[in-house]
C-alpha cells in the first residue's frame, strides 16, 4: 500500500547545517531580543542547524559583562521559548554569546566591535559571514549602517546581511530616503527586511496552496471569484505601546505591511520559479496594479475609526485622531483580478483575535437551484485561516438528508488535527532563512515603495474623512458593515 511518505516531497531548503557566522543584534538590551531573538536562535540550535562555529554578540549602550547578557538571554529563553530550556543545551548555547557595549553615534564604538569580531572563538574560519540585525528604532538604521560601513563591516554584500524590521519609513518620500541611505551601505541583495508575517507557517502555505494543487488555480480569478476578504483582528487594545501607536495607527502599523502581504500572496501570478526575486517580482506587480485613491473613492471606499477609550490610554494624546481600525476597499487593475472587490481590514481592541483569508466564490449560473433560491443559495466560500488556530476551510452546498433542501457546509483542514506540534516560530524561520541568505520570505525595496504608493493615497487625503467610534469587543463602526453592504456582502469572519 502506498505510504503517505512515499508522496511527500521534501524540497530541503530550510533544514541544511547553516555556515559559521557572527550575528550581531544592535538594541539587545530591547524587548525583542530576549522574547524572540534568541529563542528563536535556541530553538534553531537544539534542531541541529546551526552549525559548531558561531557567535551572538549583543551590542547596546548599557555597560554589563558577557556573563549578564547571557544570564537576561537565559530568563527570555525560559520565558519565551516554545521548547522551555535545557539546562544543559542552554550551557553549550551560551558559550556562543557576548556582550559588546556600544553607542549608535559613536564610530570609534564598531571600530571596537569589529576587533572583538576577530577575537572571538573560530573568528578566522568564520571570515566576512556576519550578520547585522538592527533591533532598534527605525531613526537609527540608517546611521548605524554607515557607521558599519566606515568600520569596513559592510564590505562583502555576498556573504554579509543587514536585518531591518518595520517601518520602513513613514510614506513613500522616507522609505525611498531609508532605501538610498541603506544601500549605499550594502547592496540590496543583503539587505533583509522582516515582516514577521510571512514567517508564519500559515502564510507561507499560501503559496503551497496555490501552486502545489491543480484545483484551485483555474478558479482564481474574475471569472469564479466574487470578491476576497482579508481581516486581521486583535483582541487587545494598545497597551503599553501607545507612545509608539499613537504615531502611527492602523493604516502604518498594519496594512502597509502585513495585509498589503497577504493581499499579494493572494493575488499574484504563479512566478517563473522559485526564485526568491521572480517571487518577488509578482508580488510588486500586484501592488503596482493597485490605483492610488482619489479623494472621491476614499469616502466611499474607507472607515477609520478608533476604540472607545483609546483617548485615555497611556501616551496617546487626549485629542488623538490616530485610527486603531481600518476598513477598505481596494481594486486590483489586471486581467486576473479587474472588478473583484478585496476587502482589507485590521483594528485592534476588537471581538477576538483572528487572522483570515476569505474567498468568496461566484453563484452558479441563474438556472436550477439558483432559479428557484436565488441569493439564498449560499456562496462556495474558501476560508484560509491564517491564526489562531490555523486552517482551510471550504463551504458547499448539499442536500439536507430526507429533505428537498439546500444548507451549505464545511469541508476542515486544521493544522492542530494534521500535525500535532507543527509550528516552529516565525523568528526562528526568518533568522534561519537570513543566515542561510535566501530572501524569499523578506520585502524587497521596490515592493516597500509601492505598498506606501498605495498607502500614501490615503493617508495624505483623509484629513478631512471622520473618525469613527466603536466598542471595545465588537467588530468595529457600523460604517464598516455599511461599505461592505453596499454590494451586498457582509463580513464573514463575524459569523
Ligand atoms: C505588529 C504590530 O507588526 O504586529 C502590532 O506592530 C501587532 O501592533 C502585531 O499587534 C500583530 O502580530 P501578530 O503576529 O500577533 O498577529
Known amino acids: ?8 516531497c521534501d524540497l530541503g531548503g530550510n533544514t541544511a547545517k547553516l555556515e559559521p557566522f557572527h550575528l550581531v543584534i544592535y538594541g539587545a538590551s530591547g524587548d525583542l531580543t530576549a522574547r524572540k ?4 536562535l535556541y530553538n534553531l540550535f537544539k534542531e ?6 558561531f557567535n551572538i554578540v549583543g551590542f547596546a549602550r548599557r555597560s554589563k559583562t558577557d556573563q549578564q547578557f547571557r544570564q537576561e538571554m537565559k530568563e527570555g529563553v525560559q520565558r519565551f521559548s516554545r521548547t522551555g530550556l535545557d539546562e544543559k543545551l542552554w550551557s553549550e548555547f551560551q558559550e556562543h554569546i557576548f556582550y559588546q557595549i556600544g553607542d549608535f553615534p559613536q564610530k570609534d564604538s564598531y571600530i571596537a566591535l569589529a576587533r572583538k569580531l576577530e577575537s572571538l572563538p573560530g573568528a578566522s574560519v568564520i571570515g566576512q559571514r556576519h550578520m ?10 540608517a546611521l548605524i549602517a554607515y557607521n558599519l560601513k566606515y568600520a569596513g563591516l559592510l564590505n562583502y554584500p ?12 513613514q510614506d513613500y518620500q522616507s522609505a525611498m530616503e531609508l532605501n538610498t541611505a541603506l544601500q549605499s551601505c550594502i547592496d540590496e541583495k543583503a539587505l533583509y527586511r522582516i515582516d514577521h508575517y510571512l514567517g508564519k507557517e500559515s502564510v507561507q502555505n499560501l503559496l503551497y496552496f496555490r501552486f502545489a494543487n491543480a484545483v484551485y488555480e483555474p478558479l482564481w480569478n474574475r471569472n469564479y471569484i466574487d470578491h476576497v476578504q482579508i481581516t486581521v483582528s486583535e483582541a487587545e487594545g494598545v497597551g503599553t505601546r501607545g507612545g509608539y501607536y499613537d504615531k502611527s495607527g492602523a493604516l502604518r502599523d498594519m496594512v502597509q505591511n502585513h495585509l498589503l502581504q497577504l493581499l499579494t500572496l493572494t493575488a499574484m501570478e504563479p512566478p517563473a520559479s522559485l526564485d526568491p526575486e521572480r517571487l518577488r517580482d509578482e508580488k510588486v506587480k500586484v501592488l503596482r496594479s493597485i490605483p492610488s485613491f482619489t479623494k472621491e473613492q476614499l469616502a466611499e ?11 485615555n490610554e497611556d501616551r496617546v494624546a487626549p485629542d488623538s485622531k490616530t485610527e486603531t481600525f481600518v476598513a477598505i476597499e481596494l481594486m486590483i487593475d489586471n486581467w486576473r483580478w479587474s472588478g473583484v472587490p478585496f476587502y482589507l481590514r485590521t483594528g485592534k481592541a476588537l471581538h477576538h ?13 441563474m438556472v436550477l437551484f439558483q432559479q428557484l433560491c436565488g441569493p439564498r443559495l449560499s456562496r462556495n466560500t474558501l476560508r484560509i485561516r491564517l491564526q489562531p488556530d490555523e486552517g482551510i476551510h471550504l463551504t458547499f452546498n448539499a442536500k439536507t438528508p430526507g429533505r428537498e433542501r439546500i444548507e451549505p457546509i464545511d469541508m476542515d483542514f486544521r493544522y492542530n488535527s494534521e500535525w500535532l506540534s507543527y509550528s516552529p516560530e516565525a523568528y526562528e524561520r526568518l533568522l534561519g532563512d537570513a543566515l542561510a541568505g535566501d530572501s524569499t520570505l523578506f520585502t524587497r525595496g521596490d515592493e516597500v515603495l509601492e505598498a506606501w504608493r498605495v498607502i500614501d493615497s490615503i493617508q495624505k487625503q483623509w484629513h478631512d474623512l471622520p473618525v469613527r467610534t466603536y466598542e471595545v469587543g465588537s467588530w468595529g463602526p457600523a460604517e464598516a458593515a455599511a461599505m461592505i453592504r453596499r454590494e451586498k456582502n457582509r463580513w464573514l469572519l463575524e459569523s
Open 48 to 53: 541541529g542547524r546551526l552549525p559548531e562555529i
Open 158 to 169: 555576498d556573504v554579509q546581511r543587514l536585518v531591518i524590521e518595520k517601518p520602513f519609513g
Open 37 to 40: 531573538l534568541v529563542p528563536a
Open 132 to 141: 547585522h540585525y538592527l533591533s532598534t528604532a527605525p531613526e537609527f538604521f
Open 353 to 365: 483575535k483572528a487572522s483570515e483569508i476569505i474567498i468568496v466564490f461566484r453563484r452558479p449560473p
Open 1 to 8: 500500500m502506498i505510504q503517505r511518505e512515499d508522496l511527500m
Open 301 to 311: 471606499n474607507l472607515v477609520r475609526a478608533q476604540y472607545k477609550g483609546y483617548l
